[in-house]
């Protein structure tokens, strides 16, 4: 019978993405691969945007279809960022790609939350 882990673990697990996208936030510069341009134009997006999927997802944990609400306001505040130039208190470089990677950044947080939480029930076996 399969169970499905608690809040706490659920919390825990939000923080530890959370922490993985400021890390790529904070090392993209460091980054000498390839496509290194885009990676440094838009790593910072994804990593953000996944960032605040999961914050969002912690408060969100708690209400009815908590991850669609979570992926919804995460990625209006991220657009919202963009199209208001960091809401006039932040410096920001638009692009118009910028949405498109906020979304993907979004999308990949959705994925890994969908597939961190089966590898979790299926440990609980």
Same mark, same amino acid.
């Given at each position: 019978?399969?169970?499905? /882990?608690?809040? /706490?673990?659920?919390?825990?697990?939000?923080?530890?993405?959370?922490?993985?996208?400021?890390?790529?936030?904070?090392?993209?510069?460091?980054?000498?691969? /390839?496509?290194?341009?885009?990676?440094?134009?838009?790593?910072?997006?994804?990593?953000?945007?996944?960032?605040?999927?999961?914050?969002?997802?912690?408060?969100?944990?708690?209400?009815?279809?908590?991850?669609?609400?979570?992926?919804?306001?995460?990625?209006?505040?991220?657009?919202?960022?963009?199209?208001?130039?960091?809401?006039?208190?932040?410096?920001?470089?638009?692009?118009?790609?910028?949405?498109?990677?906020?979304?993907?950044?979004?999308?990949?947080?959705?994925?890994?939350?969908?597939?961190?939480?089966?590898?979790?029930?299926?440990?609980?076996?």
């Amino acid at each position: 019978m399969q169970t499905e /882990p608690s809040r /706490p673990v659920h919390t825990a697990r939000s923080v530890v993405f959370v922490l993985m996208g400021v890390g790529v936030l904070v090392l993209k510069h460091s980054y000498r691969g /390839p496509l290194s341009a885009i990676f440094a134009s838009y790593a910072g997006n994804v990593a953000v945007s996944f960032s605040v999927y999961f914050l969002v997802l912690i408060a969100a944990s708690r209400w009815k279809h908590g991850r669609i609400v979570a992926a919804v306001l995460a990625l209006i505040a991220v657009e919202l960022f963009e199209v208001t130039n960091g809401f006039g208190i932040m410096s920001n470089v638009y692009d118009q790609f910028d949405l498109v990677a906020n979304a993907l950044g979004v999308g990949l947080a959705i994925a890994v939350d969908l597939g961190s939480e089966r590898l979790l029930e299926a440990s609980g076996d």
